[in-house]
Antibody
Framework: EVRLVESGGGLVQPGGSLRLSCVTS????????MGWFRQAPGKGLEWVAN????????YYVDSVRGRFTISRDNPQNTLFLQMNSLRAEDTAVYYC?????????????WGQGTLVNVSS | DIQLTQSPSFLSASVGDRVTITCRAS??????VAWYQQLPGKAPKALIY???TLQSGVPSRFSGSGSGTEFTLTITSLQPEDFATYYC?????????FGQGTRLDIK
């Protein structure tokens, strides 16, 4: 059974930091590209960042570049999102997902999400 | 950046109906468009990838088509569990982007 389980969300003040984790099982994590998404309350989906299977390349949406860092620990089958200089507009449910490539290009398995609330 | 515009944003239909959702791109896409279904409070679920390939386990009443700048998701014979929000996503180039979503409600 495939499982992706996010954690690390919570209430944080503007300007603060949080580190999200996504523990995976049932997938070949060390050969999988991975991504983070978010969904603000009542809003649509937004892609946040992707990372290559070996961690050598990463990509970000402009609104988080320079503030967020995606990383991974392959031996621990875990994906991370370090979020610094948080803003009210970063408030959202954050999802991790596996990115299928090889001419297919889509996200097949998703976690259940973790809520980040940036508020004073 | 490739902008995606879905239409309609809201759709009211009955069980058994056929519905079509359109996703228009601001520039041409070869084939890397995916469609997702999201139930309230749940994570997105992949339905279609590469514009027209049905994800494993997804019922055959779902289908996708299109190329270039116009893509469609069609659901034939709507079932009660299909009332949800649907999103298209382009994976042609970074930043990866979504349409604004189409909420499908029961009439």
């Amino acid at each position: 059974e495939v499982r992706l389980v996010e954690s690390g969300g919570g209430l944080v003040q503007p300007g603060g930091s949080l580190r999200l984790s996504c523990v995976t099982s049932g997938i070949y994590f060390s050969s999988s590209y991975m991504g983070w998404f978010r969904q603000a309350p009542g809003k649509g989906l937004e892609w946040v960042a992707n990372i290559r299977f070996d961690g050598s390349e990463s990509y970000y949406v402009d609104s988080v570049r320079g503030r967020f860092t995606i990383s991974r620990d392959n031996p621990q089958n875990t994906l991370f999102l370090q979020m610094n200089s948080l803003r009210a507009e970063d408030t959202a449910v954050y999802y991790c997902a596996r990115y299928v490539r090889g001419g297919l290009q889509y996200f097949d398995f998703w976690g259940q999400g973790t809520l980040v609330n940036v508020s004073s | 950046d490739i902008q995606l515009t879905q239409s309609p944003s809201f759709l009211s239909a009955s069980v058994g109906d056929r519905v079509t959702i359109t996703c228009r791109a601001s520039q041409g896409i070869t084939k890397f468009v995916a469609w997702y279904q999201q139930l309230p409070g749940k994570a997105p679920k992949a339905l279609i990838y590469a514009a027209s390939t049905l994800q494993s386990g997804v019922p055959s009443r779902f289908s996708g088509s299109g190329s270039g700048t116009e893509f469609t998701l069609t659901i034939t014979s709507l079932q009660p569990e299909d009332f949800a929000t649907y999103y298209c996503q382009q994976l042609e180039s970074y930043p990866l982007t979504f349409g604004q979503g189409t909420r499908l409600d029961i009439k």
